[in-house]
């Protein structure tokens, strides 16, 4: 049976991903003090990081409406299930309205299949999810089995941060001025992760970069084992080859079977600045 992939703008996608199979991604909105833009439609991803540094600001991020995504569901085939995979309700309204715009669909037309998820995370977590559920339909999984593993799964997720700079939560609001001078001052950087209800939390302070990005790889370790069964995730803002460096170095210590590389979204960019990182992988441990 032919099951339709579906996620948002919260998610960051490989190309290796969208070269095996079609997913629906329904893009956020960016509001800059010039104008409002759909990510990725209106806006890629090089623009969006040169008109932050030429504007020296950061946009306010929105969901996709009820409506964006009512508007995705029609465009699927009635035959065809759907499973969206939503970025975290910790974090965004967008879970919400994917259910608002999956029960407006619903009321015209009673007989489809649709389920969406919260993932409790974002970025490179959503990709690993969607890498799953791609497997899984290729198992011929039914609908009802994949939709309970990707559950499961979601409960299984950890997800991991590390920021280089802060100036994106200064410039935005969540750490104030004095504090980041302070933090900038002392070389702080922060390790953070994904909460077991998806909102982000600060883990650990650890001075220095190179300590951080130690640390970072050193609480894989904490979280899960038998690493051969499993596959690692990873997503950077604007650092390709940092993300290189530390994936290799992780790889060396973790022998993951497998591993995916990309970009970080408008989003995820948003929050985490230059040179953040983000990794996601299952602490299942079996």
Do not use: W
């Amino acid at each position: 049976m032919h099951i339709q992939l579906m996620t948002d703008g919260g998610a960051d996608i490989p190309q290796r991903l969208l070269r095996k199979t079609e997913i629906i991604q329904v893009p956020l909105y960016l509001h800059f003090s010039d104008g409002q833009y759909k990510s990725d439609v209106d806006l890629d991803l090089p623009t969006f990081h040169k008109k932050i540094k030429e504007m020296n600001e950061l946009p306010r991020s929105a969901a996709p409406s009820p409506n964006d995504f009512y508007e995705a569901y029609k465009q699927v085939s009635k035959q065809t299930p759907i499973l969206m995979l939503s970025l975290t309700k910790g974090l965004s309204s967008t879970y919400e309205n994917a259910v608002m715009g999956m029960n407006m669909l619903l009321e015209e037309e009673p007989d489809r299949i649709i389920e969406v998820i919260n993932t409790k995370t974002a970025s490179c977590g959503i990709a690993l999810l969607l890498h799953e559920a791609i497997n899984k339909i290729e198992d011929n999984y039914s609908f009802g089995e994949l939709v309970d593993h990707i559950h499961y799964l979601v409960e299984h997720t950890t997800t991991l941060f590390v920021l280089k700079t802060l100036e994106n939560l200064v410039l935005g609001g969540r750490l104030d001025k004095v504090k980041g001078t302070i933090a900038k001052t002392l070389n702080i950087k922060l390790l953070m992760k994904a909460s077991e209800e998806g909102a982000i939390e600060v883990t650990e302070k650890v001075r220095g970069d190179k300590k951080s990005i130690r640390r970072f790889i050193e609480q894989i370790g904490e979280y899960t084992k038998n690493f051969e069964d499993k596959v690692i995730s990873m997503s950077h803002c604007n650092a390709e080859e940092r993300a290189k460096k530390v994936l290799a170095d992780i790889r060396s210590k973790y022998p993951f079977k497998d591993a995916y590389l990309m970009d970080t979204g408008p989003l995820i960019s948003t929050y985490g600045g230059e040179g953040a990182l983000v990794i996601s992988f299952f602490n299942t441990n079996k």
